[in-house]
C-alpha cells in the first residue's frame, strides 16, 4: 500500500495481478469518500513508513504480520482489524508464508460523528471481527465493484458505510476506557491540533503556543481535548514522543543523543530519564533489544 489521492471524479483506475486487487474510485453520489479498497495476496508483503491525508483500514483474511504506528508495534493475525488516522506513520509486513490483506483508504468528511469515533480511536489499534461480518462486507463492496448490476454504486456506498459503522462497533464493544470522550461531531481546531502535533512531536511543544495557534485560552484548549479523546494533552504529547522514540531507537541507525535533540529534549539525560520513565527500559537497552532480535533473524 502506498498513500494515493483521491482521483478526480471521471477517473476509476484498476489494477488487478496474481498478488494483489486494487480499485481506485470513488463513487461519485452521497459518500463520496472512499479513495481506494483492495486486496493484497503477497506472502512477502512489506510497506515502508508512510502516512496519508486520509483513514486507512485493513484487515488479516489470511496469515499473520505486524504494523507500526510511529513506533508502536503490533501483531496481527487472521480475523484482526488494524486502523491508522490521517497524519499518523506507520508501515507493515507480512510473517510467514502465507498472507491475504484487505485494505482500503477514506475519508469522513460528509460524516461528521462517524469521523469523530475513529478520530478518538486510542493506541490499542487491533480488533478481532469475530463474527466475520468485517469480511462479508467488504467482499459485498467487491462484488459490487466487480460484477457491477443497476445501481451498483449506491449499493456498494450503503455496503461501505455498514462496514464502517460495524468497524466503529468493534472497537467500541473490545475496549470502552475510563473518561471516555463525548459523542459528536470532532471540532475542526482539534483535528487540525492532532495533525499539527503528528507532524511535529517534540517534548517542548507548549500548550500556550497551541492554544495561541487555534486562538483559544490554553484552559479552554485542554478541557475540549480531553473532552474530544479523553486524554489530556499532555500525556498525548508524552506518549507521542514515546512512540517516536521507539521507532527510531528499533528502526534506524541514527544516534540516541541525535533523536533527543529531534524529540526537543534538552540534552541526553533529560531524553534517558524520560524514557525510561515511560517505559520502564533505557533507550540504550531498547535499541539493544531489537538489535539481538535482528541476529536471531
Same mark, same amino acid.
Given at each position: 500500500?502506498? #498513500?494515493?489521492?483521491?482521483?478526480?471524479?471521471?477517473?476509476?483506475?484498476?489494477?488487478?495481478?496474481?498478488?494483489?486487487?486494487?480499485?481506485?474510485?470513488?463513487?461519485?453520489?452521497?459518500?463520496?469518500?472512499?479513495?481506494?479498497?483492495?486486496?493484497?495476496?503477497?506472502?512477502?508483503?512489506?510497506?515502508?513508513?508512510?502516512?496519508?491525508?486520509?483513514?486507512?483500514?485493513?484487515?488479516?483474511?489470511?496469515?499473520?504480520?505486524?504494523?507500526?504506528?510511529?513506533?508502536?508495534?503490533?501483531?496481527?493475525?487472521?480475523?484482526?482489524?488494524?486502523?491508522?488516522?490521517?497524519?499518523?506513520?506507520?508501515?507493515?509486513?507480512?510473517?510467514?508464508?502465507?498472507?491475504?490483506?484487505?485494505?482500503?483508504?477514506?475519508?469522513?468528511?460528509?460524516?461528521?460523528? =462517524?469521523? #469523530?469515533?475513529?478520530?478518538?480511536?486510542?493506541?490499542?489499534?487491533?480488533?478481532?471481527?469475530?463474527?466475520?461480518?468485517?469480511?462479508?462486507?467488504?467482499?459485498?463492496?467487491?462484488?459490487?465493484?466487480?460484477?457491477?448490476?443497476?445501481?451498483?454504486?449506491?449499493?456498494?456506498?450503503?455496503?461501505?458505510?455498514?462496514?464502517?459503522?460495524?468497524?466503529?462497533?468493534?472497537?467500541?464493544?473490545?475496549?470502552?476506557?475510563?473518561?471516555?470522550?463525548?459523542?459528536?461531531?470532532?471540532?475542526?481546531?482539534?483535528?487540525?491540533?492532532?495533525?499539527?502535533?503528528?507532524?511535529?512531536?517534540?517534548?517542548?511543544?507548549?500548550?500556550?503556543?497551541?492554544?495561541?495557534?487555534?486562538?483559544?485560552?490554553?484552559?479552554?484548549?485542554?478541557?475540549?481535548?480531553?473532552?474530544?479523546?479523553?486524554?489530556?494533552?499532555?500525556?498525548?504529547?508524552?506518549?507521542?514522543?514515546?512512540? @517516536?522514540?521507539?521507532?527510531? =531507537?528499533?528502526?534506524?541507525?541514527?544516534?540516541?543523543?541525535?533523536?533527543?535533540? @529531534?524529540?526537543?529534549?534538552?540534552?541526553?539525560?533529560?531524553?534517558?530519564?524520560?524514557?525510561?520513565?515511560?517505559?520502564?527500559?533505557?533507550?540504550?537497552?531498547?535499541?539493544?533489544?531489537?538489535?539481538?532480535?535482528?541476529?536471531?533473524?
Amino acid at each position: 500500500m502506498t #498513500a494515493h489521492k483521491t482521483p478526480p471524479p471521471a477517473s476509476r483506475n484498476r489494477y488487478k495481478g496474481s498478488s494483489e486487487l486494487r480499485e481506485e474510485l470513488p463513487f461519485q453520489h452521497d459518500f463520496d469518500n472512499l479513495s481506494y479498497i483492495g486486496i493484497q495476496m503477497l506472502s512477502t508483503w512489506q510497506v515502508d513508513r508512510h502516512m496519508h491525508e486520509h483513514f486507512e483500514l485493513c484487515y488479516v483474511d489470511e496469515g499473520q504480520g505486524w504494523f507500526s504506528i510511529d513506533g508502536d508495534m503490533y501483531r496481527v493475525r487472521q480475523g484482526d482489524l488494524f486502523l491508522t488516522k490521517p497524519g499518523e506513520g506507520h508501515q507493515g509486513a507480512s510473517l510467514g508464508e502465507t498472507y491475504r490483506l484487505y485494505y482500503t483508504g477514506f475519508r469522513l468528511t460528509n460524516r461528521q460523528k =462517524l469521523e #469523530a469515533d475513529f478520530y478518538r480511536l486510542g493506541r490499542a489499534r487491533t480488533v478481532r471481527d469475530t463474527s466475520g461480518d468485517v469480511k462479508q462486507l467488504f467482499d459485498a463492496v467487491f462484488a459490487e465493484i466487480e460484477n457491477p448490476g443497476p445501481h451498483s454504486a449506491l449499493m456498494a456506498e450503503s455496503l461501505f458505510q455498514q462496514l464502517l459503522v460495524r468497524v466503529i462497533r468493534l472497537y467500541r464493544e473490545a475496549a470502552l476506557p475510563d473518561g471516555a470522550p463525548e459523542d459528536g461531531p470532532l471540532a475542526p481546531a482539534m483535528k487540525e491540533l492532532l495533525q499539527y502535533l503528528h507532524e511535529h512531536a517534540s517534548i517542548g511543544i507548549a500548550a500556550l503556543d497551541l492554544a495561541k495557534r487555534q486562538h483559544l485560552s490554553r484552559t479552554h484548549l485542554e478541557r475540549e481535548f480531553k473532552r474530544s479523546f479523553g486524554i489530556p494533552l499532555g500525556k498525548y504529547i508524552r506518549m507521542l514522543c514515546t512512540d @517516536r522514540a521507539k521507532y527510531w =531507537l528499533a528502526e534506524t541507525g541514527e544516534t540516541i543523543t541525535s533523536i533527543a535533540e @529531534r524529540l526537543g529534549f534538552s540534552s541526553l539525560h533529560a531524553f534517558s530519564v524520560f524514557f525510561k520513565r515511560q517505559t520502564g527500559i533505557s533507550p540504550y537497552a531498547y535499541r539493544r533489544r531489537f538489535s539481538s532480535n535482528d541476529e536471531k533473524r
